[in-house]
C-alpha cells in the first residue's frame, strides 16, 4: 500500500529551518549571557554552578549550588589583575571576598575553577551611585534620633542648629561618605568645616540599596554669622546648597534647596521651610 506524502515546497521548508536556527540560538544567547538582573543580582549560569553574585555590606558573596564541582573562586579586578581567591571546601555553597572601602569601581569577574580548568566565569558590575534625598532640621523632624546622636547636653541648642542629610546609594558597590559642607544661605555657612563635617565621625559607609543620615557638625542653623542669612519676622528667602564628597568613587555630590526663614528675629525661635530647588 503506497501512503500519500504532502508536498513541501523548498521555500517552506528553508523558512522552518532557519526558523528553528533562530530558536535554538536565542536559547544559547539566553543561557550564556553574563548580564544582571535589576536587583543587581547575576542569574544562574548555564551549568548551575554559580546561583549568585551579589554584594552584601562591604562583601561580594558568591552562592554555589550544592553540586557544584569546583575547588577555587577568583575574583578579578577591572583592571585584570586578581583581588583575591578563595578555596570551596567540600560541600560548601558561598564564599565572599571583602571589597571594604577601597575597592576600585567597574566591572569585575567570578571565575569558578576545577583544578587548573575554569568551569564558569560570570561578571559584576560594581559601582556606587549616592544621590542626596533629603535635608532637614530638629523643628521639622523630631522623630529622627537627635539625642541619641548629640547626647544630653545643650540638646536643644544643638539641635535647633545643626541639620541632617539623608543619602541613598542606589548603585551596586559600597560606597563611603567623607565630607558634608552647607553653603550659600545658611545662617552660619562653612564652606572648610572642621573634619568631616559630620558629628564625631569621620566617614560613613552606605551600602547599596541602602540609606543613611548624616548628622552636621558645623552649626549650619546656628547663629547668624557675618556671611549667613538670618531669620525675619516678616520672612527672608534664601536658597543653599548640601554636598558631600565620596571616598570610593571620588566625586562630589551637591543638591540645591530653597529655604524661607520667617516668624522671629532669633534662629532659635525662626520657623524654617526647606523645599528642593
Known amino acids: 500500500m503506497t501512503r500519500d506524502t504532502p508536498q513541501i515546497s523548498r521555500r517552506t521548508a528553508l523558512q522552518t529551518v532557519a526558523g528553528a ?22 542569574p544562574a549560569d548555564s551549568q548551575g554552578v554559580i546561583q549568585r553574585v551579589a554584594v552584601d555590606g562591604t562583601a561580594l558573596v558568591v552562592d554555589l ?13 577591572p583592571n585584570g589583575e586578581l583581588f583575591g581567591q578563595r ?3 567540600a560541600g560548601a555553597q558561598q564564599v565572599s571576598f571583602d571589597l571594604g572601602t577601597s575597592y ?13 580548568e575554569t568551569v564558569v566565569e560570570r561578571s559584576k558590575e560594581i559601582q556606587p551611585n549616592i544621590r542626596i534625598r533629603d535635608v532637614g532640621l530638629y523643628r521639622n523632624n523630631p522623630d529622627k534620633p537627635w539625642d541619641e546622636v548629640y547626647g544630653d547636653t545643650e540638646t536643644d541648642r544643638i539641635k535647633n542648629g545643626e541639620a541632617f542629610v539623608t543619602v541613598e546609594n542606589t548603585g ?22 572642621r573634619g568631616s563635617g559630620m558629628y564625631e565621625t569621620e566617614q560613613v559607609v552606605v551600602s547599596p540599596g541602602e540609606t543613611a543620615d548624616l548628622f552636621s557638625n558645623s552649626f549650619p542653623f546656628g547663629s547668624e554669622s557675618e556671611v549667613g542669612i538670618g ?11 548640601v554636598s558631600v564628597q565620596t571616598q570610593v568613587d571620588g566625586s562630589q555630590i551637591s543638591k540645591a534647596y530653597n529655604v524661607l526663614y520667617s516668624g522671629s528675629n532669633e534662629m532659635s525661635d525662626c520657623e524654617v521651610t526647606i523645599e528642593e530647588a
Do not use: R
Not at 576600585?104 to 587548573?116: I, K, R
Not at 551596586?172 to 568645616?193: D, H, R, T
Not at 531669620?231 to 546648597?241: A, H, I, K, R
Open 21 to 42: 536556527a533562530l530558536v535554538s540560538g536565542a536559547g544559547c544567547l539566553t543561557s550564556n549571557e553574563n548580564t544582571t538582573t535589576g536587583n543587581g543580582k547575576s
Open 65 to 77: 549550588s550544592a553540586d557544584a564541582d569546583v575547588d577555587q573562586i577568583n575574583l578579578i579586578q
Open 87 to 89: 578555596d570551596v571546601a
Open 104 to 116: 576600585t569601581p567597574g566591572e569585575y569577574s567570578v571565575v569558578a575553577l576545577n583544578g587548573d
Open 172 to 193: 551596586s558597590g559600597p560606597e563611603v561618605i567623607v565630607n558634608l559642607v552647607f553653603s550659600g544661605g545658611v545662617p552660619n555657612p562653612i564652606e572648610n568645616p
Open 231 to 241: 531669620c525675619t519676622s516678616d520672612g527672608n528667602e534664601g536658597q543653599f546648597t
